[in-house]
């Protein structure tokens, strides 16, 4: 879709989709990552054919198997708009890398829609290691120690690189885990994330996933949004499951921002919502425990803590 300047650039944003390399039930939420894309996908037809692209903020395969992501790709390749990825700390880089792309799913670091630079961003430095070269590879615990989001300094050098070469008026940052000050306190301050925001004041929002929510809140005076998932989404209010979700974007050519959080109807949704959302469950994700202090604590601890029994399987 050919846009000008002055037009409004309208997109789509899928995050959390955790596909697995077989299709099927997961978890004890008893989710099906490959008929929640496809609700999502089906539901944002519309929109998606009218966007000049699809934004996937991460955690695209559960357990980063390229098989996942072969699958993942085929899928995404049929979409009917540009979709441009990045990589949550469910992911691995060498697969996503190696099996993802294809002719319509883009990796790249930025790409520039009328007045808008939309910039991509790995969050993930908490997982990953310098490997002695200047580049980066991930840890093996990379999917529980990227709890919060933080760049690598390579990836800070590059995203300066590109701010203060583009021509862009607007940029829109993109980014796996929200940098929402109660969710995440370690990316406040004088981190790498934090000062480049300061100083570009041409960044006008970001945009994540992680927290499988319809949640938003500000980061150095910008607004955050971020998108539920296309798997399971949480109704963090009203402590139940809720069905998959999307969110679409209007960015204006004057740098304001709309987006709304939708969340596609019907079977699916009903039975997610009649579930409840464990508090062990909710505390993680809002980064009120770790997953290795919950780890640590003993079962009748975890009951005391939680007021449920810890769980046999993970979601």
């Excluded at 993930?124 to 760049?151: C, H, K, S, W």
């Excluded at 809720?242 to 960015?251: A, I, M």
Aim: aromatic share 6%; glycine share 8%.
């Amino acid at each position: 879709m050919s846009t000008t300047a002055a037009d409004p650039v309208t997109l789509v944003q899928i995050s959390d989709l955790h596909f697995p390399d077989t299709a099927g039930v997961r978890g004890f939420v008893q989710h099906d990552p490959d008929a929640g894309l496809a609700a999502v996908l089906g539901h944002a037809a519309g929109a998606i054919a009218a966007a000049s692209l699809v934004v996937a903020t991460g955690d695209l395969a559960d357990l980063g198997e390229p098989g996942a992501y072969e699958r993942l790709g085929d899928v995404l390749d049929a979409v009917p708009a540009p979709v441009y990825c990045l990589s949550g700390n469910h992911d691995r880089n060498d697969a996503y890398r190696a099996c993802l792309p294809r002719r319509n799913v883009h990796l790249e670091t930025a790409v520039r829609v009328g007045s808008w630079l939309m910039l991509f961003l790995d969050s993930n430095a908490r997982g990953r290691e310098d490997a002695g070269d200047g580049t980066y590879r991930d840890r093996d615990d990379r999917m529980t120690a990227a709890e919060q989001p933080e760049l690598t300094p390579a990836e800070a050098a590059q995203a300066r690189a590109i701010l203060e070469a583009t021509s862009a008026e607007h940029v829109f940052v993109w980014l796996h885990h929200p940098p929402l000050p109660d969710i995440a306190p370690d990316a406040q301050g004088d981190t790498e994330l934090a000062k480049l925001v300061r100083d570009f004041p041409k960044i006008r929002a970001l945009g994540a996933g992680h927290l499988h929510g319809d949640l938003h809140g500000t980061f150095e005076g910008r607004p955050v949004f971020v998108c539920p998932s296309t798997t399971y989404s949480i109704d963090y209010a009203g402590r139940v499951f809720d069905g998959p979700s999307y969110r679409t974007y209007t960015l204006h050519a004057d740098g304001t921002v709309e987006s709304e959080a939708l969340t596609v109807p019907g079977d699916i949704t009903d039975t997610m919502r009649a579930k409840p959302a464990p508090k062990f469950l909710t505390d993680l994700m809002m980064g009120r425990i770790t997953l290795e202090e919950m780890r640590e604590l003993t079962d009748a601890e975890f009951e005391e803590r939680f007021g449920e029994p810890r769980p046999t399987r993970g979601a």
